[in-house]
Structure formats: structure tokens, C-alpha cells
């Protein structure tokens, strides 16, 4: 039967999130409901509860999660009850032009839960990104729960489910880093440190971190970058070039969200090197350049979709190489709050406080 549990539910734009109860109905053919353990804080929520993503209000939060499945539809075998899981917003379909090319990390046809979660009074929730994990149980597509090791921590795991797994992927999918690679990271928030991380995964011999704030510098080091520049105090572009021969990096990877940082990244780059933008920009940004220096420097120019990763291959290695050692994870974890903290959560993630606020069920 239905179960009545707690949820952060943004009710109106620009207003201040709510625990309220919310309804999760049993789950349906290709469903599953998954009792939550630890949610992410990530800016994809905030951009929800202020319109930025669209008007489908209320929205039940949080998407970066990890939790245990507690019951399936009777058609589902990929995971069981019991099976401890990192849910994820990319369930590939295995039908569309993409997934039949053999291209699944770009599926263009993923899936969500049919049903609808509610309030009481019957008013249906729209689950931020399909998933819905500030709560204490959700109801979620199957192919949104990636099985892994129970033994690794929920509340470092389960940020694979969004912004880390953006910044890795950027780095070791998108960008396809090779040893000996040359990288710059622009912008050293949590999805730019993860990128950090996924270059020295990758192979990397020279990972340059850049930022204006000096403590994301220091964090980018603690993540692994060789070399750091202070954007507020340096010629980036210059600064990038000298630590590279001159020549400049093999891959720049761009994760603020912000033209003129990608115009720094783009011309950062060596010759035939590669602009990989993982920062997500808002609707009204615009770049403007020379199609000359475009056709001239060659190259690659890539937007990075979740880090282009597919998580039933991705999130299992992952989560072996974190259990390793060799992927610090647990370094992304500021702070742990409770589901009633989300709405400070925010305000501490927009004054750039925090890499990651996680919630504890």
C-alpha cells in the first residue's frame, strides 16, 4: 500500500522549501520505490525551486542520491528489494537513434516513474530531475537505481548521482584524457574539483586548477591539481600557456557556466586541443567568435551531458575505486544536515561555502 513519508517540496517559485508529507504510491510495472539514505544538496535544486528549470510546481526535491530498494514492479529483475543502490537521471531507454547506435550515454528517450508521488490532498509532485530523494522513500524508474557495493558510504556514493559524476566524466569521458595529458579545470566549485579528480584518474600529468577564490584553489590541490591560477590576479590565458610550454593545455574544461570563462578556456587551449563546457549556463548567455579562430585552432568543442557517463557500466568502477582509495569521494562531503536544513543548505551552497551539503535519512 501507499506510504506517507516526509519530503522537502518547493511549493511556489522563489519561495522557501517545506517538509510536508507526501504520498509514494507502491510501485507499477518498471518501478521502484527506493527508501532514501543520503541526498546531495546540489545547485539543479535550487534552480528548480526558483523557475529556472520550469513552472511545474510543486517540485519534490534532491536527485543526488543513494538508498536501498525496498519494493519493485512485478516486471523487474535488474535490481531487487534489498539492493543498495545510487539512483541517477539517465535511464536509457535502448530504443532511440542513439542507444541503437551504441551511443547509450546519449539516449535521448530516458524514462521516468509513470505514477505520480502527492501531497495528502492528492495534488501531483514533479520529482526534481525524475528522482525525488529529499525524502525519506521514493518511487523511481528501475533503470534510475545503479546497484553497488554495499559497504561504501551512502553519503559520498550517492553524489555520483549528479554534479560529481559530471565533473569525472567531463574529464575522463568528454574530454578523453589520456596519460600524459595536459588539463586546465575553470572554475573549482564541486563539479570542477570532480573534473580535477577525473584528469588524475585519467592519466593526466599536469592538471591546472583556475579560480578567483583562493579556498577553491587550495581544494583543487587537495584533489590532486599540480598547478593553480588565481583568475583575480593573472592574465588566465597567459598563465595556462606558461605552465604548458607555451603551447597551452590538451584539454580545458569549462565548468562555471559563464562566457567569459569559455572564451578563456578556448583560447587556453594547444592547438587540435579540446573545450569541454560542463558548466551550465543560463538561457540568455551568448559566445561570440571569430570563425577564424575557430576554423584555425582546430580541435574539439564539446557540451558534456552528465559527463557523458552511463551509470550501470560507470557507477559500479567508481564505487570500487573509491572503496580503493582512489577516488576521494568523502573529501566532497562539507557538511551532513537533516531534511529539515535544505533551505540554509541553499543559502551556504550560494555564498560558496560548501562543496557539497548532504542530507541524512
Given at each position: 500500500m501507499a506510504s506517507e513519508v516526509q519530503g522537502v517540496v518547493a511549493l511556489a517559485k522563489g519561495e522557501p522549501v517545506s517538509l510536508v508529507t507526501?504520498?509514494?504510491?507502491?510501485?507499477?510495472?518498471?518501478?521502484?520505490?527506493?527508501r532514501v539514505q543520503a541526498c546531495g544538496v546540489c545547485h539543479t535544486d535550487l534552480h528548480y525551486r526558483e523557475g529556472g528549470i520550469n513552472d511545474e510546481f510543486p517540485f519534490l526535491l534532491g536527485h543526488e542520491a543513494a538508498g536501498v530498494v525496498e519494493a519493485v514492479g512485478s516486471d523487474v529483475i535488474s535490481?531487487?528489494?534489498?539492493?543498495?543502490?545510487?539512483?541517477n537521471w539517465r535511464a536509457v531507454c535502448g530504443q532511440c537513434r542513439s542507444c541503437r547506435r551504441g551511443r547509450p550515454w546519449y539516449c535521448f528517450d530516458t524514462f521516468n516513474a509513470a505514477q505520480k508521488m502527492t501531497?495528502?490532498?492528492?495534488?501531483?509532485l514533479s520529482?526534481?530531475?525524475?528522482?525525488?530523494?529529499?525524502?525519506?522513500?521514493?518511487?523511481?524508474?528501475?533503470?534510475?537505481?545503479?546497484?553497488?557495493?554495499?559497504?561504501?558510504?551512502?553519503?559520498?556514493?550517492?553524489?555520483?548521482?549528479?554534479?560529481?559524476?559530471?565533473?569525472?566524466g567531463s574529464a575522463m569521458f568528454t574530454g578523453e584524457v589520456g596519460v600524459g595529458?595536459?588539463?586546465?579545470?575553470?572554475?573549482?566549485?564541486g563539479v570542477g574539483c570532480a573534473a580535477v579528480a577525473g584528469a588524475i584518474l585519467a592519466g593526466a600529468s599536469t592538471v591546472i586548477a583556475v579560480d578567483l577564490d583562493p579556498g577553491k584553489l587550495e581544494l583543487a590541490r587537495e584533489?590532486?591539481?599540480?598547478?593553480?591560477?588565481?583568475?583575480s590576479a593573472e592574465d588566465v590565458v597567459e598563465a595556462v600557456r606558461a605552465l604548458t610550454g607555451g603551447y597551452g593545455a590538451d584539454v580545458c574544461i569549462e565548468a562555471v557556466g559563464n562566457p567569459t570563462v569559455m572564451e578563456q578556456a578556448f583560447y587556453a587551449r594547444d592547438l587540435a586541443g579540446t573545450l569541454v563546457q560542463v558548466g551550465v549556463p543560463t538561457p540568455d548567455m551568448r559566445i561570440d567568435l571569430p570563425m577564424i579562430e575557430f576554423f584555425g585552432r582546430g580541435g574539439r568543442l564539446k557540451p558534456s551531458w552528465y559527463g557523458d557517463c552511463l551509470p550501470s557500466r560507470?557507477?559500479?568502477?567508481?564505487?570500487?575505486?573509491?572503496?580503493?582509495?582512489?577516488?576521494?569521494?568523502?573529501?566532497?562531503?562539507?557538511e551532513t544536515i537533516a531534511l529539515t536544513e535544505v533551505e540554509e543548505a541553499f543559502h551556504r551552497m550560494e555564498?560558496?561555502?560548501?562543496?557539497?551539503?548532504?542530507?541524512?535519512l
Open positions: 507526501i504520498v509514494v504510491p507502491d510501485p507499477g510495472p518498471g518501478e521502484a520505490v527506493v535490481v531487487t528489494p534489498g539492493d543498495f543502490v545510487v539512483l501531497l495528502t490532498d492528492g495534488t501531483p520529482p526534481a530531475l525524475g528522482i525525488g530523494a529529499f525524502a525519506e522513500k521514493t518511487l523511481v524508474a528501475a533503470g534510475q537505481c545503479t546497484k553497488v557495493d554495499p559497504s561504501a558510504r551512502p553519503e559520498a556514493v550517492g553524489l555520483l548521482g549528479c554534479g560529481v559524476m559530471a565533473g569525472l595529458d595536459s588539463v586546465a579545470v575553470f572554475g573549482c566549485g584533489f590532486g591539481a599540480t598547478h593553480v591560477v588565481d583568475a560507470d557507477f559500479p568502477v567508481l564505487v570500487d575505486l573509491y572503496l580503493q582509495g582512489r577516488l576521494d569521494l568523502d573529501r566532497f562531503v562539507t555564498r560558496g561555502e560548501v562543496l557539497r551539503s548532504v542530507v541524512v
